[in-house]
């Protein structure tokens, strides 16, 4: 079964900017490791779609299991006071809104 929450790429010690793979509703979803570490030394675009490192990753060998040295993945946040929509009683519930909520619960699913 495929991975909807992660991407794999090697490094080249030249290109910095990786296409995320995967749709994010937020930007602090999205992390990423170089060579099995953790790095937060990247931004991502506007449109959230590319991931731009500060400086090009290594060219090191993947790590075991893994079809690259550069890791991309999206943890989405299911507790309570980080769920995207609060809903109140009595409140117009917008269409953009459903859309979001169904969206953060799929994008949990897919992390499973």
Do not use: C, W
């Not at 449109?47 to 299991?65: H, I, K």
């Not at 890791?71 to 409140?91: C, H, N, Q, S, W």
């Amino acid at each position: 079964m495929p991975n909807y929450a992660e991407t794999f790429y090697q490094g080249d010690t030249t290109t910095v900017a990786f296409p995320l793979g995967f749709y994010i509703l937020r930007q602090d979803e999205v992390f990423a490791t170089v060579d099995g570490v953790g790095t937060t030394a990247f931004t991502i675009d506007s449109t959230n779609t590319t991931l731009t490192f500060t400086s090009p990753p290594p060219n090191n060998p993947p790590t075991v299991g893994d079809a690259g040295n550069i890791k991309l993945f999206r943890v989405t946040a299911i507790a309570d006071d980080e769920r995207p929509i609060a809903y109140a009683t009595g409140a117009h519930v917008s269409e953009r809104e459903l859309d979001v909520a169904i969206l953060h619960l799929l994008h949990a699913i897919q992390e499973m």
